[in-house]
Protein backbone atom coordinates (compact mmCIF):
# COMPACT_ATOMS: atom_id res chain seq x y z
CA UNK A 1 0.00 0.00 0.00
CA UNK A 2 1.11 3.06 -0.84
CA UNK A 3 1.31 6.24 1.23
CA UNK A 4 0.31 9.93 0.91
CA UNK A 5 2.73 12.00 1.39
CA UNK A 6 2.20 15.92 1.84
CA UNK A 7 3.44 17.27 -1.66
CA UNK A 8 0.98 14.63 -3.47
CA UNK A 9 -2.14 15.66 -0.97
CA UNK A 10 -1.15 19.17 -2.26
CA UNK A 11 -0.77 17.89 -5.97
CA UNK A 12 -4.30 16.23 -5.27
CA UNK A 13 -5.95 20.05 -4.20
CA UNK A 14 -4.22 21.82 -7.20
CA UNK A 15 -5.99 19.25 -9.90
CA UNK A 16 -8.81 19.63 -7.76
CA UNK A 17 -9.21 22.92 -7.79
CA UNK A 18 -7.88 23.43 -12.28
CA UNK A 19 -10.57 20.58 -13.06
CA UNK A 20 -13.18 23.16 -10.72
CA UNK A 21 -11.81 26.11 -13.13
CA UNK A 22 -11.89 24.31 -16.03
CA UNK A 23 -15.48 22.97 -15.53
CA UNK A 24 -16.80 26.67 -14.79
CA UNK A 25 -14.87 28.02 -18.01
CA UNK A 26 -17.07 25.46 -20.30
CA UNK A 27 -19.97 26.31 -18.30
CA UNK A 28 -19.22 29.47 -19.49
CA UNK A 29 -18.42 28.81 -22.56
CA UNK A 30 -21.14 26.73 -23.12
CA UNK A 31 -23.42 29.44 -22.20
CA UNK A 32 -22.12 32.48 -23.65
CA UNK A 33 -22.25 30.41 -27.23
CA UNK A 34 -25.61 29.53 -26.39
CA UNK A 35 -26.60 33.25 -25.89
CA UNK A 36 -24.48 34.29 -29.33
CA UNK A 37 -26.37 31.96 -31.38
CA UNK A 38 -29.79 33.19 -29.51
CA UNK A 39 -28.64 36.77 -31.01
CA UNK A 40 -27.60 35.27 -34.31
CA UNK A 41 -31.16 33.70 -34.84
CA UNK A 42 -32.79 36.86 -33.60
CA UNK A 43 -30.49 38.58 -36.32
CA UNK A 44 -31.24 36.30 -39.04
CA UNK A 45 -35.07 36.61 -38.56
CA UNK A 46 -35.43 40.15 -38.46
CA UNK A 47 -34.15 40.35 -41.40
CA UNK A 48 -35.83 37.40 -43.24
CA UNK A 49 -39.69 37.94 -42.05
CA UNK A 50 -40.37 40.88 -43.44
CA UNK A 51 -39.54 39.30 -46.66
CA UNK A 52 -41.32 36.12 -45.92
CA UNK A 53 -44.14 38.39 -45.53
CA UNK A 54 -44.12 40.83 -48.32
CA UNK A 55 -43.76 38.67 -51.40
CA UNK A 56 -46.98 36.33 -50.68
CA UNK A 57 -49.01 39.15 -50.06
CA UNK A 58 -47.46 40.51 -52.95
CA UNK A 59 -48.36 37.98 -55.50
CA UNK A 60 -51.93 37.89 -54.09
CA UNK A 61 -52.39 41.88 -54.75
CA UNK A 62 -51.08 41.05 -57.82
CA UNK A 63 -53.48 38.31 -59.18
CA UNK A 64 -55.91 40.30 -57.99
CA UNK A 65 -55.81 42.54 -60.96
CA UNK A 66 -55.81 39.89 -63.41
CA UNK A 67 -58.50 37.56 -61.93
CA UNK A 68 -62.11 38.80 -60.86
CA UNK A 69 -63.04 36.40 -58.70
CA UNK A 70 -59.92 37.02 -56.46
CA UNK A 71 -60.99 41.24 -57.14
CA UNK A 72 -64.05 40.71 -55.65
CA UNK A 73 -62.92 38.62 -52.99
CA UNK A 74 -60.04 41.31 -52.02
CA UNK A 75 -62.09 44.85 -52.76
CA UNK A 76 -65.88 43.93 -51.68
CA UNK A 77 -67.73 46.09 -52.57
CA UNK A 78 -69.13 48.72 -50.41
CA UNK A 79 -72.15 48.10 -48.20
CA UNK A 80 -75.36 50.12 -48.62
CA UNK A 81 -75.74 53.61 -47.03
CA UNK A 82 -78.55 53.01 -44.06
CA UNK A 83 -81.39 55.94 -45.10
CA UNK A 84 -82.61 57.03 -42.05
CA UNK A 85 -86.24 56.25 -41.76
CA UNK A 86 -88.61 59.52 -42.32
CA UNK A 87 -90.72 60.75 -38.97
CA UNK A 88 -93.90 59.68 -39.37
CA UNK A 89 -95.20 63.47 -37.81
CA UNK A 90 -92.71 65.76 -39.42
CA UNK A 91 -91.90 68.68 -37.18
CA UNK A 92 -93.79 71.64 -37.31
CA UNK A 93 -92.54 74.81 -38.53
CA UNK A 94 -92.02 77.69 -36.10
CA UNK A 95 -94.46 81.03 -36.66
CA UNK A 96 -93.28 83.73 -39.44
CA UNK A 97 -92.31 86.49 -38.35
CA UNK A 98 -94.60 89.48 -38.42
CA UNK A 99 -93.67 92.54 -39.83
CA UNK A 100 -92.17 95.59 -37.77
CA UNK A 101 -94.45 98.68 -38.83
Known amino acids: MRSLS ?3 IRANS ?3 RAASCRSCATSLAVVAGCVVLAFFFYVLALISVPAIVFF ?12 PALRTV ?3 APPAPEIPPTPANPPE ?3 SAEPIS
Do not use: E, K, L, W
Request: proline share 17%; charged share 5%.
Open 93 to 95: MPP
Open 74 to 76: MYP
Open 6 to 8: ASS
Open 56 to 67: PAYSIYFFAGRY
Open 14 to 16: AFA
